[in-house]
């Protein structure tokens, strides 16, 4: 079989309830690497968290960060990125909002957060990267490569209604979890980043596999050959990818499953998966 590209999404997609990976999803990687097809990691998740993950995968990996604002080689050198212009960070920043949202902007190498939020890490806690607590007030908006706010998300839905008609340019608006609200420059998404990495290996989009959950999976699943719709996935994300495969969920390694399935991994181990 020529080389394919294996594209998935983390949180509640690759990693299971715990946040961390499953040892048949390991396995699973590896064996992929082993037969020459390319790998790659794409997520909200700043490039230091996906990184340990990949270090865990034990395979060379490509990653798409920050809803592939960048996007990084398998030995982290920088293929391309995208910052949210300074001024719509500014904006976004002054946006009126309650005080139990959280305010975070991912640069290049911390992720920034205007006030203690340990609930967050727990998230995070299988790699050991955090948040560094800023006045983002003083921040100049400057290398900023994704705006975040966590909060309740009926407070989260007004909050994006008043930047779509309020803020005085375009950004790209999307969801990673409910209470999740992630902004991007005008056209930065997973599928942008993933036709970039398309065109660096040189490969159709047919011969790409994308495997996600959420919102912001949506332009990644459209993109791919083949696009993977997890059983826990947003109900809305099926709507819009309709021609996407649903798969069992993150609690049964569906997605591991699915490649092994695919790529006929002993597949008289694993039985025959239904639809």
Not at 53 to 60: Q, S, T, W
Request: hydrophobic share 40%; with cysteine.
């Amino acid at each position: 079989m020529s080389p394919h590209l294996i594209v998935s999404d983390l949180d509640n997609t690759l990693l299971n309830a715990e946040h961390t990976l499953d040892p048949l999803t390991i396995e699973t990687f590896q064996a992929l690497a082993a037969r020459g097809h390319y790998l790659a990691l794409a997520s909200g998740r700043h490039f230091h968290d996906i990184r340990e993950f990949r270090r865990r995968l034990g395979v060379e990996a490509y990653i798409l960060s920050a809803n592939g604002a960048h996007l990084y080689a398998p030995n982290d050198a920088l293929i391309a990125e995208q910052w949210v212009p300074g001024e719509q960070v500014r904006e976004l920043i002054r946006m009126p909002r309650d005080t139990d949202i959280r305010l975070n902007l991912y640069t290049v190498d911390d992720w920034l957060i205007d006030a203690p939020a340990p609930q967050l890490l727990a998230l995070h806690a299988h790699t050991g990267f955090g948040y560094q607590v800023a006045d983002l007030h003083a921040h100049d908006g400057e290398g900023v490569g994704k705006v975040l706010f966590i909060g309740d998300p009926e407070k989260i839905a007004a909050l994006e209604a008043g930047i779509h008609t309020g803020m005085s340019s375009s950004l790209h608006v999307t969801y990673s979890m409910a209470n999740s609200l992630e902004i991007m420059a005008e056209g930065v998404h997973k599928g942008g980043a993933l036709k970039r990495l398309l065109r660096h290996l040189d490969l159709p989009p047919s011969s790409c596999l994308a495997f996600g959950d959420n919102l912001n999976d949506a332009e990644m699943l459209s993109i791919a050959g083949q696009g993977f719709v997890m059983a826990n996935a947003h109900p809305e994300l099926s709507r819009r990818v309709p021609q996407a495969t649903r798969i069992e969920s993150n609690r049964q390694s569906g997605v591991a499953r699915r490649l092994r399935l695919h790529f006929d991994l002993d597949q008289a181990a694993l039985g025959k998966l239904e639809e």
